[in-house]
T-cell receptor, first 113, second 115 residues
Framework: DAGVTQSPTHLIKTRGQQVTLRCSPI?????VSWYQQVLGQGPQFIFQ???????GRGNFPDRFSARQFPNYSSELNVNALLLGDSALYLC????????????FGPGTRLTVL | AQSVTQLDSHVSVSEGTPVLLRCNYS??????LFWYVQHPNKGLQLLLK??????LVKGINGFEAEFKKSETSFHLTKPSAHMSDAAEYFC?????????????FGTGTRLAVRP
């Protein structure tokens, strides 16, 4: 069975640009969460979506937004990119809200120049 | 609010010797705790999870962890290290439904395995 998939694998942007990252959950999973992992640190929670509604938000500015589609895939958007947004962006899926086990995709490496 | 503290940023062991990665947690309720592993340039793989059933949890690749409420610890162990165990290990606590299932990660422990 396919795991969580993310696209693109790598991305290079310049300051001030906008970026969209995509995630497809494991088949049957209805919850998607996004995490940011800066080099040398543990992942930080950004958003959780369940049944197309935002169910949790981390301590990130409004430049970060996300949505979930009827097929449970998700997009993470970041506007007005800063150098500090350079990181590995991880998507995780789980069966549903309150179901703790989250399975992670390989991530999208974003570099902001 | 919940948090985890990984007590060692780097651990180095010889192949075939035991592994101990230490984690303490803080939570206002009975937590769900996890260990994830991250190999270089790869995503996160679930090693094991604790969800208030047995206090000794067995995971993949010979790893296990023991939940000790009195010590607020959830240390990860393996009897005999293999070269392929070299990676970054994260202790993680779940916020549960009230916090949107937010996972809070520790700062990570890098495990090196010497031949």
């Amino acid at each position: 069975d396919a795991g969580v998939t993310q696209s693109p694998t790598h991305l290079i942007k310049t300051r001030g640009q906008q970026v969209t990252l995509r995630c497809s959950p494991i088949s049957g999973h209805k919850s998607v969460s996004w995490y940011q992992q800066v080099l040398g640190q543990g992942p930080q929670f950004i958003f959780q979506y369940y049944e197309k509604e935002e169910r949790g938000r981390g301590n990130f500015p409004d430049r970060f937004s996300a949505r979930q589609f009827p097929n449970y895939s998700s997009e993470l958007n970041v506007n007005a990119l800063l150098l500090g947004d350079s990181a590995l962006y991880l998507c995780a899926s789980s069966l549903g809200q309150g179901t703790d086990t989250q399975y992670f995709g390989p991530g999208t490496r974003l570099t902001v120049l | 609010a919940q948090s985890v503290t990984q007590l060692d940023s780097h651990v180095s062991v010889s192949e075939g010797t035991p592994v101990l990665l230490r984690c303490n947690y803080s939570s206002s309720y009975s937590p769900s705790l996890f260990w994830y592993v991250q190999h270089p340039n790869k995503g996160l793989q679930l090693l094991l999870k604790y969800t208030s059933a047995a206090t000794l949890v067995k995971g993949i690749n010979g790893f296990e962890a023991e939940f000790k409420k009195s010590e607020t610890s959830f240390h990860l162990t393996k009897p005999s290290a293999h070269m392929s165990d070299a990676a970054e290990y994260f202790c993680v606590v779940s916020g549960g439904k009230s916090s949107g299932d937010k996972l809070t990660f520790g700062t990570g422990t890098r495990l090196a395995v010497r031949p």
